[in-house]
Structures are given as C-alpha cells and as structure tokens.
C-alpha cells in the first residue's frame, strides 16, 4: 500500500507562486509514477503533470512553461509560478503503483487547495 500526502496549498496572489509537496509512505519502490491533478467547483478533475520513473514528464497545455514537476526519494514536488486565478482548484497527488506487470492502480491524496486570487 501506498499513502500519500500534500501539503504547500494556499491562498496566492495572481502572478505568484506557490510550492506543492506530496509524501509517499509505503510501498514506494512500486511506484512506477506520480503525478498531479486537480478539480475546481463544477469541473471534472483534470491531469496537471506527471513523472514517470526514467524522469520523463508531461504537462497540460494550461500550465505548460509555468508549472514544473520534479520527484526525490519518496517525494514529488509542483513548483507553480505565474499563478492564474483559473488555476484555483484542489490539487491532488497521485502515484501510480504496480503490484504485477498485468496490474497497477492508483493511489490518491486528500487534496491541498489553492486560490488565486487578488
């Protein structure tokens, strides 16, 4: 089993930047990746970024260039910059745990919310 916690969430201005943490207790050698979501009032939850193990990483459109996704140990991190109040939602990690090669699943954080706003 694989448990996860965020922390770093907060209220920002526009333009600001916050730092996302993300701790992984458990099984973290299973971990084949992590990554971010999140989920505003009314929306679906959307993929933000991920890291794979070999350290390749993607990025939705909507935060490409501002946003940057890093992993040490058993952490993984979500530096935001140049914040937009549209980027207001609940962040949540997530980590991809494989237990067979025939199966993974996906183990979730409680969130972290964030708020841009003047």
């Known amino acids: 089993q694989v448990g996860l916690v965020e922390s770093g969430g907060g209220l920002v201005q526009p333009g600001g930047s916050l730092r996302l943490s993300c701790a992984a207790s458990?099984?973290?050698?299973?971990?084949?990746?992590m990554g971010w979501h999140r989920q505003a009032p009314g929306k679906e939850r959307e993929l933000v970024a991920y890291?794979?193990?070999?350290?390749n990483t993607n990025y939705a459109d909507s935060v490409k260039g501002r946003f940057s996704i890093s992993r040490e140990n058993a952490a993984v991190y979500l530096q935001m910059n140049s914040l937009k109040p549209e980027d207001t939602a609940v962040y949540y990690c997530?980590?991809?745990?494989?237990?067979?090669?025939?199966?993974?699943?996906?183990?979730w954080g409680q969130g972290t919310q964030v708020t841009v706003s003047s």
């Open positions: 997530n980590a991809r745990v494989r237990v067979a090669a025939w199966y993974e699943y996906d183990s």
């Open positions: 458990g099984s973290i050698s299973s971990i084949s990746a």
């Open positions: 890291i794979i193990g070999g350290g």
